[in-house]
């Protein structure tokens, strides 16, 4: 079961922050999430539309410069980082899950995924990029299908996982009050993966690793992966 550190070790880091992956970086994690904002034709790396909870500043993030944006404090004395700082600092080390919050001009996205290919030795299949807009989603798939799509729910599906493989998804994205062991193997049947947000508890651990969940979102990647490494050196 892969560990994802969610918005990079965020249980113990500012959020989203250079210093929260770096921290998820230590415990070798299998991937890191993150959420992307557009401002001023630049991508940047954020999950709220508002400024208040995770930064000094205050106000709509569309409301403001770039220049604005780098000069707050995002926790910790760090700066709100460009998704091209992240991709240097990553150097391929890791699945890159890209979540889309606020990202319209798809072909600005692929600029900066060809940065990721071309200087930073990731490969297209480290990329991730997922969405709860399903209608972009499919855009970028239809464009460049080399990059996995994650069609993200946080709802119960009456048709379980059709909604990702009509997407040509190559995994679906759940939230941990909605997960089954139906909707796991129907996800299965359909060639999905089936990564779960956010697992942070043990017995949630436990859980999803029974439930055949092939990943889980963790706001504390350490513990976790220690906990999985733990639970599987003890069953060999």
């Known amino acids: 079961m892969l560990v994802f550190a969610h918005r990079g070790a965020s ?22 999430e993150i959420d992307l904002h557009e401002i001023d034709g630049k991508i940047v790396v954020i999950h709220d539309r508002w400024l208040h909870r ?12 770039f220049e604005h944006l780098r000069s707050l404090d995002a926790g910790k004395g760090e700066t709100i980082p460009t998704i091209n700082e992240v991709f240097e600092l990553v150097a391929g080390q890791c699945i890159v899950n890209i979540e889309l919050k606020g990202v319209k ?6 600029s ?4 990721a290919q071309q200087k930073c ?27 996995p799509i994650g069609a993200l729910t946080a709802c119960y599906p009456l048709d379980y ?5 009509r997407l040509n998804a190559y995994s679906v994205h759940l939230d941990v009050d909605f ?7 129907d996800a299965h049947t359909r060639g999905l993966k089936v990564f779960v947000y956010t697992v942070d508890e043990i017995a949630d651990i436990d859980a999803m690793k029974t439930l055949g969940v092939d990943g889980i979102f963790s706001n504390y ?10 639970q599987n050196s003890h069953k060999q």
């Open 179 to 185: 997960i089954s062991e139906h909707f796991v193997k």
């Open 54 to 65: 995770t930064t000094t500043g205050k106000g709509q993030l569309s409301d403001h410069k």
């Open 161 to 165: 996982a059709l909604f990702a493989e």
């Open 112 to 115: 900066h995924l060809i940065y």
């Open 11 to 32: 249980g113990h880091e500012p959020e989203n922050t250079l210093r929260a992956i770096k921290h998820a970086l230590t415990a070798e994690v299998d991937g890191i």
């Open 105 to 110: 001009d798809i072909e600005l996205l692929f």
């Open 121 to 147: 030795n990731f490969t297209a299949t480290q990329l991730l990029i997922s969405s709860y807009n399903h209608r972009l989603l499919k855009v970028i798939n239809e464009q460049q299908p080399q990059y």
């Open 221 to 230: 990647p350490t513990e976790s992966k220690s906990h999985i490494a733990h």
